[in-house]
């Protein structure tokens, strides 16, 4: 019988953590990183404040629980058409899947860059490991089209063309530089991610 | 005398604004766009809250006229070194200057694209001159490399360029992705606008 006591503890403490990474979800996806409030997750997870920090770290530990989340749909968005078999085809493809999950899922998109960690704190190693697998997804294509290439360089590469990518998608879709109308920033990414691919392919010189 | 009134009551009312763009200014800077509060920059001008909407059209306003400063101190930033002949080169310089005034400006350089208007409502006229002006000193690099280009194609691939690099330099700084120290920032940056350069240049197939 006491042998079942800490077991039913955590249990009931598994129950509170996904209560409350699935409240904290619903807040980000509806209204927004900013839109996420301790005392309205304790509410929804129907425990006290104080609970909250019995099983996170830190608030920040259960934005990272949802971005994590965030991260297995980008995944699976980016899985779920077919490879092509060129690169260069491929990094349109993937960058093609990437601007309509952001357009998508914007909320929870949003609060992947928007949440900082403090300075000089580095992110858990969960997300971490998380992180560096959805970036082998853009390793592939770069593997075959610098096959040479040491894979730390291709691994920083592929985090180079994601944040150029990102950057056209992120500025294109809040209109910051001009008008940018849907079809304008579909046009604007596919010119980009094609002028990237003949930059990298070997020089018929 | 009566016809100075309207001349001393103008005179005193861009007194005040010039005192609260310098108010907002100094917050911005020193607190980040969101340690910006009307009531301290009322004290800060030493007028009543409600003042500030007499002089400008709301708060947003005000954030946007410390950004054109922001924006006239970046345009400095990129003048400030020779242009270089070679247009690759010239771009290169204009990447690496741009991520030096990111460094040195951070706080202001963060509100330019931590302001957001509330949706379908425009910039206005007076900040969009200022944008497009900038983005000229960008085109012209541009316009050596691809010289048939038409100047709308131009102006666009000028912005789309601008999100790429501005994506790479905000992932980078926020080491969003991986450990980023300066010195691999500068070298990831160097990488990318040599691999752009690379791909607009004219091939010899």
């Given at each position: ?5 800490p077991?039913?503890?955590a249990?009931?403490r598994d129950?509170?953590r996904?209560?409350?990474?699935a409240a904290?979800?619903?807040a980000v ?8 409030k301790?005392?309205d ?8 404040l104080?609970?909250i920090?019995?099983?996170?770290d ?5 934005v990272?629980r ?12 980016l ?6 078999a ?9 960058a093609?899947a990437?601007l ?10 949003r ?32 593997a075959?089209?610098?096959p040479?290439?040491?894979p730390a ?9 994601f944040?150029?990518?990102h ?11 001009a ?7 579909n046009?604007?990414?596919?010119g980009?991610v094609?002028?990237i ?9």
């Open positions: 019988m006491t042998e079942d006591i077991e039913k503890l249990l009931r129950k509170l996904d209560a409350l990474i904290a979800e619903d996806t509806t209204r927004g990183l900013s839109g996420l301790a005392r997750l304790a509410a929804a997870a129907g425990c006290a104080g609970a920090y019995n099983v996170f830190d608030l920040d530990e259960l990272l949802v971005n994590q989340r965030t991260l297995a749909m980008l995944e699976r968005a899985n779920a058409g077919e490879a092509a060129d690169p260069a085809q491929e990094l349109l493809r993937l093609r990437y309509a999950f952001a357009r998508r899922e914007e909320k929870r998109w609060a992947l860059f928007e949440h900082r960690l403090p300075p000089a704190r580095d992110p858990p190693g969960w997300y971490v490991v998380d992180l560096d697998r959805l970036f082998g997804r853009l390793e592939a294509p770069l075959h089209l610098l040479k290439a040491e360089a291709r691994a920083q590469l592929a985090r180079t063309l944040s150029a990518v950057g056209v998608v992120t500025l294109g879709m809040e209109e910051k530089l008008p940018t109308p849907a079809a304008t920033l046009a604007q990414l596919d980009f094609g002028m691919a003949a930059g990298l392919a070997p020089r018929k010189t």
